[in-house]
């Protein structure tokens, strides 16, 4: 079972990119596709996920409103578009999958391996 994120990069103050995760090994239709980030110096933390039905959930910061989580069950895919993007936003990225539904990260059973989002001042 593998999670793969790809998409980030380096992107000026109020850019916007798309971060994909491809799963394989199972398909993940009934598991709750999540992304976590990790700044440089602290704790990984939740950003948001989703549910296989489509319902979401954001992190009671800022990025509510500015990131939008997506899911394409048929591809066994997950998405985050990041608009607005800040430097306080820099982070690895990671996507990660759940049988149940939390923020917790000790709650995700599969992990990606991370990509890295740089915002630019």
């Known amino acids: 079972v593998q999670l793969q994120a790809f998409g980030g990069g380096l992107v000026q103050d109020g850019g916007s990119l798309r971060l994909s995760c491809a799963a394989s090994g199972r398909t993940f239709n009934r598991h709750t596709l999540a992304w976590f980030r990790q700044a440089p110096g602290k704790e990984r933390e939740f950003v948001a996920y989703i549910t296989w039905g489509g319902y979401s959930i954001y992190a009671d910061y800022s990025v509510k409103g500015r990131f939008t989580i997506s899911r394409d069950n048929a591809k066994n895919t997950v998405s985050l578009q990041m608009n607005s993007l800040k430097p306080e936003d820099t982070a690895v990225y990671y996507c990660?999958?759940?049988?149940?539904?939390?923020?917790?990260?000790?709650?995700?059973?599969?992990w990606g391996q991370g990509t890295l989002v740089t915002v630019s001042s």
């Open positions: 990660a999958g759940s049988a149940i539904l939390t923020k917790d990260a000790n709650g995700y059973t599969y």
